[in-house]
Each structure stands twice: as structure tokens, then as C-alpha cells.
């Protein structure tokens, strides 16, 4: 028997993922229920008894964003033979999907709280730590790749990490404020070279 409120038929998983374009293309707060329940084409009471409250279903918007359209980071640290393949690989993906014309510019998890009010500080600081566990999965990889002997003995991973998640972070912010795939591949370009500089051959 559906729950209370749900609709016959109700699909949790592409009403979620809708949800996640909302969130992701308006933030938290430019989000509203309204505008949540007609991009999943349900009630206000089918929300409630799917997902609980809306920083509930943003948390998992977020965790859906994680595993699909925002796993490129992820998977390049854990896939890539060398540091440098893995950050490279990290910033180039990226750029793809900042700028895919399907999908919101920019990263979700940059973006959506972007905004700040007393009452959305919970989901500031998730998204905050979020960011804070990228920084650190980054400088983990870097860490790995000088224990590995591809990066030098001497290398600052923890000054590499920051200035990474900065050029991924600020990737997200230019895609959304309209700038192009060439542009923004020509910065990682850039940026690159100083990790190609700590490289060891």
C-alpha cells in the first residue's frame, strides 16, 4: 500500500534527481517548495514522506549529486596511476560537466549554499565540510604520490591541496558565471604546471 500522500506510481529516485537540478541550478535557499514539488511532480505531503523536510532532501540531492554528475574528483584521485594524472584528470572532468549544456553550470557543492542565513547555517557547514574533505582527499593523493616517488620528497602537498581545491572551486564559479570549456581548460593548463614542477621525471 503507497504511504499517506504519496501518489500511485511515485518513482523516489527521479523525483530525487530532479530535486538535485533544482537545488543545484537555484541553492538551498533560491529552492522553493513549490518550486521542488512541481520539478518532482508531487505534493507537499509526498515530499514530506519521501525525503522528511527539504534540508533532509537536500542532503540527499547532495549525496546523489556525489555518486552521479559530481564523482569525477572522486574517482580521478582513486583511479589515476600518478598524482599528476589524478589532479589533472580531476580538473579537466570537472570542466566538462561545469560546463555540460544540460546540466547547471558549476559544482552543486560550491554553489548551492551560497547564500547565508542563521537558519541555513546546518547546511552551510555541510556543504563546508564537504569541501574540507575534498581539500583533504586531494592532499591524501598528492601525500601517496611522493610516497609512490612520483612527485618530489620535498613537495608541499598540503599548500598543493589548497591551491587545487581553489582552482576546482573557483572552475565552478566561472563556469556558472558563463565562461567557456576553452577558457576554463587553458586555466587548468596553467595551474598544472606548478604540479608538473614537483614531478620527479
Known amino acids: 500500500m503507497a504511504e499517506r500522500g504519496r501518489p500511485r506510481g511515485f ?23 513549490s518550486d521542488l514539488t512541481a ?3 508531487i505534493n507537499s505531503p509526498s515530499l514530506y514522506a519521501a525525503f522528511g523536510d527539504k534540508e533532509a532532501l537536500f542532503r540527499a540531492a547532495v549525496e546523489l549529486y556525489g555518486r552521479t554528475e559530481g564523482s ?4 580521478a584521485l582513486r583511479e589515476e596511476p600518478t598524482a599528476y594524472a589524478a589532479i589533472a584528470a580531476m580538473l ?6 561545469y560546463t555540460d549544456p544540460c546540466l547547471p553550470h558549476g559544482c552543486m557543492v560550491v554553489l548551492a549554499g551560497a547564500t547565508y542565513t542563521p537558519r541555513t547555517a546546518p547546511v552551510r557547514e555541510f556543504l563546508v565540510e564537504a569541501r574540507r574533505r ?11 604520490g611522493v610516497r609512490d616517488g612520483d612527485l618530489k620528497p620535498d613537495t608541499d602537498t598540503a599548500a598543493l591541496a589548497a591551491l587545487y581545491s581553489t582552482v ?5 564559479i566561472q563556469a ?7 577558457e576554463l581548460r587553458a586555466a587548468v593548463d596553467s595551474a598544472l604546471t606548478v604540479l608538473a614542477a614537483a614531478r620527479t621525471g
Open 72 to 75: 569525477h574528483t572522486a574517482r
Open 168 to 172: 576546482l572551486y573557483g572552475l565552478s
Open 92 to 97: 579537466r572532468g570537472n570542466v566538462v560537466t
Open 39 to 41: 520539478a518532482m511532480g
Open 11 to 33: 518513482d523516489r529516485d527521479a523525483a530525487l534527481r530532479r530535486a538535485m537540478e533544482v537545488f543545484w541550478e537555484r541553492g538551498y535557499d533560491g529552492a522553493s517548495m
Open 134 to 144: 575534498t581539500t583533504a582527499d586531494i592532499r591524501a593523493r598528492l601525500d601517496r
Open 176 to 182: 556558472r558565471d558563463g565562461v567557456g570549456s576553452a
